[in-house]
């Protein structure tokens, strides 16, 4: 009897012990912990949700890329089970999330207020493929890039034969259409190719540039808008829909567009912030084009949407819809 019941608790002690392990969720982030994606977005979320589901899960995170540093692996990662999900770049898994283009188009978007909301929306109407394999807490963009060169940039001539990192082919057929040569790599590589002269500059945002030194490096600013570049948290869907009906209704609750808003106002802020403590360093340089050369900008890269559009499989109805979602977040919808 004694053996028996010793035998039952030895049962019970690891069948609890492998549930509080199911518990236990593996958030993986490689960039810089100071990053304010993480310290201002992701890490109140996980907060919010281990406070509320009280002990029935806990999200740890791992940023600094502890779980893996290579950002183009990070897809990877959450599907393979090093991470259960992770801070993302689609574009760096080329071919798997192939609609996220449309918010790559160059001149459309004004703010990342309007293109992060505008993003989810599009997913959550069913309309981005690549998807299927995850739960999707976050889905947005960075606010819209702008060129960052090493020598002065006062018009779109300047831009000929400059070698610049574009993220994507989309963000190469821009720089093409500008009379860049467009040169692709990771992010966090820009600012040594830069400094090593295998680059003159960079399309970036802010947030990017100081994140990732390019600051330091390319000092002459042509204020003039082009694409975004598409941002997720993926989770493991099989790990989600594993998890107790109570704990997914958390994490829905504190997920989606709600979301998306709040890393919009976020980084929309940023913007801001940078922009002014750039503008008070002498060493550095900004051209905000008149609306005449703004005109000529937005009619060098038209043919870039109209080429997309009719290249894509599904490019007149992504880009109907972006349009359609853009003119209804202005609209106050």
């Keep these: 009897m004694i053996k028996s019941l010793m035998s039952g608790v030895a049962v019970l002690a690891l069948t609890s012990g492998a549930a509080l392990a199911q518990t236990s969720l593996k958030m993986a982030f490689f960039a810089s912990p100071k990053d304010p994606t993480y310290s201002q977005v992701i890490m109140p979320w996980i907060n919010t949700i281990n406070a509320e589901a009280k002990g029935a899960i806990k999200i740890d995170a791992f940023p600094g890329g502890a779980l893996g540093r290579n950002p183009r692996l990070q897809v990877k990662m959450t599907l393979d089970g090093v991470a259960d999900l992770a801070w993302t770049v689609p574009a760096y898994t080329p071919g798997r999330f192939p609609d996220n283009q449309v918010m790559e188009l160059p001149t459309l978007i004004h703010d990342v207020k309007e293109s992060s909301v505008v993003f989810r929306r599009l997913y959550e109407k069913g309309l981005l493929r690549g998807y299927d394999d995850f739960y999707v807490p976050l889905l947005v963009t960075t606010h819209p890039y702008f060129i960052n060169t090493v020598k002065p940039v006062t018009k779109i001539g300047d831009l000929k034969g400059m070698k610049l990192r574009a993220g ?140 997309w559009e009719k290249k894509h499989p599904k490019g007149k109805m992504l880009l109907g819809a972006l349009n359609k979602e853009l003119a209804d977040y202005r609209a106050g919808k």
């Design 168 to 307: 994507g082919p989309v963000a190469g057929a821009s720089m093409r259409a500008l009379g860049a040569v467009p040169v692709g790599m990771p992010i966090p590589a820009v600012a040594e190719n830069i400094s090593k002269g295998i680059l003159n500059g960079s399309a970036a945002e802010w947030n990017v540039m100081y994140a990732f030194r390019i600051v330091e490096v390319a000092k002459h600013h042509y204020m003039a808008r082009l694409g975004t570049v598409p941002l997720a948290v993926l989770f493991n869907k099989k790990k989600f829909d594993g998890l107790p009906a109570n704990v997914r209704a958390i994490i829905n609750k504190h997920s989606g567009e709600k979301f998306s808003r709040k890393f919009g106002d976020v980084h929309f802020a940023i913007q801001g912030q940078k922009l002014a403590l750039t503008q008070k360093r002498p060493d550095h340089k900004f051209v905000f084009p008149s609306k005449a050369a703004l005109a000529k900008w937005d009619a060098t890269l038209t043919p870039v949407i109209t080429d």
